[in-house]
């Protein structure tokens, strides 16, 4: 979808930058440097992994689904540290995440621009209560992408 190329087109370059440069971190850098949510660098990208996944199901979930969407919240309520714990990022192959970081976002931008722009007013409901339209969602995803990488950057630097 036009509306939001420049936004695919960023989160494509942040990919190709980053992944060669996550690739070359060592394993004490990835698995013991430690942000304010206590997050390695190997949790924040397996979040950012299942941010893009959930973020798939939200896009397809609210463009057939009723209007508006009740669909489970990963990111509030400490539901993402669950899933972080549960999937134990901190135990899996980092070249693994690294790919998976890499595909689950080439495919969500794939995604985004195929999404129907008839939909982008429709809403799914937050754990918190708050309507967020699929247009927004959709603009805020790279917010996110480049916060979670300046995270990244900073336990890098540290």
């Known amino acids: 979808m036009e509306a939001f190329e420049s936004n695919n087109r960023e989160i494509l370059s942040?990919?190709?930058?980053?992944?060669p440069k996550l690739l070359a971190?060592?394993?004490d850098v990835i698995s013991n440097k430690r942000n304010v949510q206590n997050r390695t660098i190997k949790q924040i990208l397996g979040h950012l992994v299942d941010s893009a996944s959930n973020n798939t199901h939200r896009i397809i979930h609210l463009q057939y689904q009723f209007n508006p969407l009740v669909f489970p919240d990963y990111a509030n309520l400490g539901n993402n540290d669950r899933w972080i714990s549960i999937q134990n990022y901190q135990g899996e192959d980092w070249g693994t995440i690294v790919q998976l970081w890499k595909y689950a976002n080439l495919h969500l931008v794939h995604i985004i621009r195929n999404v129907n722009s008839e939909k982008l007013e429709n809403e799914w409901?937050?754990?918190?209560g708050e309507k967020v339209k699929?247009?927004?969602m959709i603009i805020d995803y790279l917010r996110h992408f480049k916060l979670h990488l300046g995270e990244i950057e900073e336990l890098i630097n540290k």
Do not use: F, G
Request: hydrophobic share 55%; no cysteine.
């Open 134 to 136: 699929l247009k927004d």
């Open 25 to 27: 971190l060592s394993n």
């Open 125 to 128: 409901i937050s754990a918190l």
């Open 14 to 19: 942040l990919i190709e930058v980053w992944e």
